[in-house]
T-cell receptor, first 112, second 112 residues
Framework: KQEVTQIPAALSVPEGENLVLNCSFTDSAIYNLQWFRQDPGKGLTSLLLIQSSQREQTSGRLNASLDKSSGRSTLYIAASQPGDSATYLCAAYGGATNKLIFGTGTLLAVQP | DVKVTQSSRYLVKRTGEKVFLECVQDMDHENMFWYRQDPGLGLRLIYFSYDVKMKEKGDIPEGYSVSREKKERFSLILESASTNQTSMYLC???????????FGDGTRLSIL
């Protein structure tokens, strides 16, 4: 059974800092790994999707990497801003379940 | 941009009531999903649908049913609401199973 874990559960950084959010998954037979952002009381916004054949994806200040063999993905945020404050969730698709399995998220606070 | 619209942001109902949560997407997506989100448990899949009039159980279908009479609309039904169904409910849609899922803003449901 696929399990997705995100560490840390919460992170506070000063504005301008580069940061890394971590995601690990137990079943490496995934089709893709997705990163989402969730603002308080809102739905999820898709940020990046990395196919199993890819090593990384970039969008603006965001860069996501995928290492299937070790069951890990990271989301790198460059030059963080207060507007980046939100909960970030990763989700693995595929493997035995053929469903999107979510981690419980990392709550990020960027202090001005 | 994909638009997924959930009919209510907040809803308060009483135990034993039959509750309908509606979700509409405007991008002709084949796939639609219903999740619930609870603190510490993350997002859990209730039901999903890959085509009109087609439905499949997710991980926690007990106490719920769904209806998909038209491609753009996916309804979640609480047959007899109970207090343990108090939660945030999120609807999502995607073009194919492995493409990014697009989420609505959620319905915060309270069962008294």
């Amino acid at each position: 059974k696929q399990e997705v874990t995100q560490i840390p559960a919460a992170l506070s950084v000063p504005e301008g800092e580069n940061l890394v959010l971590n995601c690990s998954f137990t079943d490496s037979a995934i089709y893709n790994l997705q990163w989402f952002r969730q603002d308080p009381g809102k739905g999820l916004t898709s940020l990046l999707l990395i196919q199993s054949s890819q090593r990384e994806q970039t969008s603006g200040r965001l860069n996501a990497s995928l290492d299937k063999s070790s069951g890990r993905s990271t989301l790198y945020i460059a030059a963080s801003q207060p507007g980046d404050s939100a909960t970030y969730l990763c989700a693995a698709y595929g493997g035995a379940t053929n469903k999107l399995i979510f981690g419980t998220g990392t709550l990020l606070a960027v202090q001005p | 941009d994909v638009k997924v619209t959930q009919s209510s942001r907040y809803l308060v109902k009483r135990t034993g009531e039959k509750v309908f949560l509606e979700c509409v997407q405007d991008m002709d997506h084949e796939n639609m999903f219903w999740y619930r989100q609870d603190p510490g448990l993350g997002l859990r899949l209730i039901y999903f649908s890959y085509d009109v009039k087609m439905k499949e159980k997710g991980d926690i279908p007990e106490g719920y049913s769904v209806s998909r009479e038209k491609k753009e609309r996916f309804s979640l039904i609480l047959e007899s609401a109970s207090t343990n169904q108090t939660s945030m409910y999120l609807c999502a849609s995607s073009f194919t199973r492995d493409q990014p899922q697009h989420f609505g803003d959620g319905t915060r449901l309270s069962i008294l």
